[in-house]
């Protein structure tokens, strides 16, 4: 309960000091691409959930309670209006003054100040998980639109309806024209576009406030570039990337295309992150090892030019450590080796000690022609606790395997997981994707592990290990170890295991993609 009301209020803080087009467009990346990362999983939880021993109080927190929940509260708001909203929110702290309350009395007080059934609403977007995906059907005769309705279904699970209100953008040549809609019953028409002229493309969920996967094709790709806000942009991104994991609309080498291709006219420095994270995502964990071999090389030539073409230095930063984190020709190993070296420079962008540390690793991750690398960046760290944090990492990213073996079965020891940020990045680089041919046989001592890195570990620590453990497998191999694990134990402790559930979603449809090519 805190969580909600602490994440929603310092939403509403950042709305008044950032302006409302900027508000807009950084609560959507930055609360509903985490939200979507474990509602779309067959492991997701609820917002609300129940919990039978405080030991595992732990298991309560997660993206869903920090990024779900204030989509949800701005639904609520949406949904009563600013207006009652407020009036419910003060009856209930002032009913509740020094005293325990719960979710329930909120929503039983916020009941009496709306006309809508809040219980229903509740249910389906606070005690149940997942998400909608949204559908449409346009008819038309000549250049006029003649009837549109659009329609949801659950992801997952039983049938269910998410009421929610999202705006639709209608792209016309040289203009544009938005709408609101209510998205209350499993189908709906939208009478108000009848008799208009038939648009160039549909841009759903444009002001970034609906949740669900929304309806993308090619018309719509096409036209991000001629978007003019930001957010529209930003929705765009995010409705490709939705749809692609569920195989609609666009394929992944597309997708990977539109986004790298986006990168380097895109201006916005929120959408540059969100591009260079959907890059990484695709090229390592949804292609082929051959088609990245067959695209690796253009890439690589379009980020890189693309460093100059962008006008600030913290664009191209991110696209700079976007091409340090694919790279594979031997031309960009000597341009990223010479900057590590600071021998050259790249104009406009100012590193850190810590950005050295990550390219040291980049190229002795590829088993760099510079042996050395790590003792020479090592030398080059004054601070303690860097150096530690350096030194701990080392052995993950050797090329001898036998010490990368021994690294692994140290973690087996508490003592040598209690820097468990230091043991994320470690694993990190273990299991990254040019070492998973060795790695894979690390995955089911890993997950054998999870039950007490729980118990003794800190709260997000589970999380951490599994996603930095099976976040880029893409194989059969891997997804099988997953699968066996889960069958040979049945009465696996729930919440645990909806984690590996979660963190290997990504694994489970990349292994679909890549057997059904």
Do not use: C
Request: aromatic content about 10%.
């Amino acid at each position: 309960m805190k969580e909600v009301f602490a994440n929603f209020m310092a939403d509403k803080s950042t709305e008044v000091l950032t302006g409302k087009d900027m508000f807009d467009l950084k609560f959507l990346v930055d609360h509903f691409t985490l939200a979507y990362g474990i509602d779309r999983t067959t492991g997701a939880n609820p917002i609300r959930q129940d919990l039978d021993n405080l030991k595992d109080a732990g298991t309560l927190y997660g993206n869903i309670i920090y990024h779900k929940a204030p989509i949800m509260m701005r639904q609520l708001e949406r949904l009563m209006g600013k207006d009652k909203f407020q009036e419910g929110v003060r009856a209930y702290l002032n009913r509740f003054r020094n005293s325990n309350a719960s979710w329930p009395d909120l929503i039983g007080i916020l009941d009496e100040y709306t006309p809508e059934d809040l219980q229903k609403w509740n249910k389906v977007w606070v005690n149940e998980p997942g998400r909608p995906i949204i559908d449409y059907k346009l008819e038309t005769a000549g250049n006029k639109i003649t009837r549109l309705t659009i329609s949801q279904k659950p992801e997952y699970g039983k049938s269910r309806i998410w009421p929610q209100s999202f705006e639709l953008k209608m792209f016309y040549p040289g203009t544009e024209k938005e709408i609101t809609i209510n998205l209350n019953a499993s189908t709906v028409s939208v009478p108000q576009v009848v008799g208009l002229d038939v648009p160039d493309f549909l841009l759903f969920n444009s002001s970034g406030q609906g949740y669900g996967v929304w309806p993308s094709d090619k018309t719509m790709v096409t036209g991000i570039k001629n978007m003019n806000k930001p957010l529209n942009r930003a929705t765009a991104y995010i409705s490709s990337y939705e749809n692609m994991l569920i195989g609609k609309a666009i394929k992944p080498l597309d997708a990977l295309k539109l986004y790298v291709d986006a990168l380097v006219w895109e201006r916005e420095e929120l959408n540059v992150k969100l591009l260079s994270n959907y890059i990484s995502s695709i090229y390592w964990g949804f292609i082929s090892t051959d088609d990245r071999a067959i695209v690796a090389t253009q890439i690589e030539h379009t980020l890189w030019n693309g460093i100059g073409q962008q006008p600030s230095p913290n664009t191209k930063k991110l696209i700079f450590k976007n091409y340090q984190d694919i790279f594979s020709s031997t031309e960009a190993r000597d341009r990223i080796y010479s900057v590590w070296q600071s021998t050259s420079t790249i104009p406009g962008i100012k590193l850190t000690e810590d950005d050295y540390t990550s390219i040291a690793f980049s190229l002795a991750l590829r088993d760099d022609n510079d042996k050395l690398i790590l003792s020479k960046q090592l030398a080059k760290i004054t601070n303690p606790d860097r150096r530690k944090r350096f030194e701990f990492i080392m052995p993950a990213l050797s090329s001898d395997k036998v010490v990368r073996d021994q690294f692994f079965a140290s973690l087996a020891l508490k003592t040598n997981r209690e820097k468990e940020a230091n043991v994320g990045a470690a694993l990190y680089y273990l299991h990254h994707p040019l070492r998973q041919s060795s790695s894979v046989e690390y995955l089911p001592e890993s997950l054998n592990l999870l039950s007490e890195i729980q118990s003794t570990g800190d709260i997000f620590f589970p999380q951490n290990w599994l996603q930095s453990t099976l976040g880029n497998y893409q194989s059969k191999e891997a997804a099988d170890i997953v699968r066996k694990f889960l069958s040979e134990h049945p009465d696996y402790n729930p919440k645990l295991k909806a984690k590996i559930l979660q963190t290997a979603d990504n694994l489970f449809k990349a292994e679909a993609m890549l057997q059904a090519k």
